[in-house]
């Protein structure tokens, strides 16, 4: 049982940089993989990125590899999606999640998180 919380979203201009947060409640979440997903105005759910339980493993979308990164704080139970060179977009709604499976869909994940928006002006 996981439960997951947002922060950082915001509006930022084109090619600016924000860090989004996640925090798990409870004592770790070491156990589990931590994906971001997107959802934009009339769009489906779209895989961000992901980041093992080992804290090494990663993997990004092809649309945001080299200007997103996933990291994680064991001790804090927080992941970071450090997002940089941001374009319009990029606009949408991001949401956290944990899985137990090495996946990209947004089906294998079991918790899920409330979502920050966030919002590139060109």
């Known amino acids: 049982q996981v439960q997951l919380v947002e922060s950082g979203g915001g509006l930022v201009q084109a090619g600016g940089s924000l860090r989004l947060s996640c925090a798990a409640a409870?004592?770790?979440?070491?156990?589990?993989?931590m994906g971001w997903f997107r959802q934009a105005p009339g769009k489906g759910r779209e895989f961000v990125g992901r980041i093992g339980s080992n804290g090494v493993s990663t993997a990004y979308a092809d649309s945001v590899k080299g200007r997103f990164t996933i990291s994680r704080d064991y001790a804090k139970n927080t992941v970071y999606l450090q997002m940089v060179s941001l374009k319009p977009e990029d606009t949408a709604v991001y949401y956290c999640?944990?899985?137990?499976?090495?996946?990209?869909?947004?089906?294998?994940?079991?918790?899920w998180g409330q979502g920050t928006q966030v919002t590139v002006s060109s």
């Open positions: 409870g004592r770790t979440f070491s156990n589990y993989n």
């Open positions: 999640a944990a899985a137990t499976i090495w996946s990209g869909s947004w089906s294998s994940y079991n918790y």
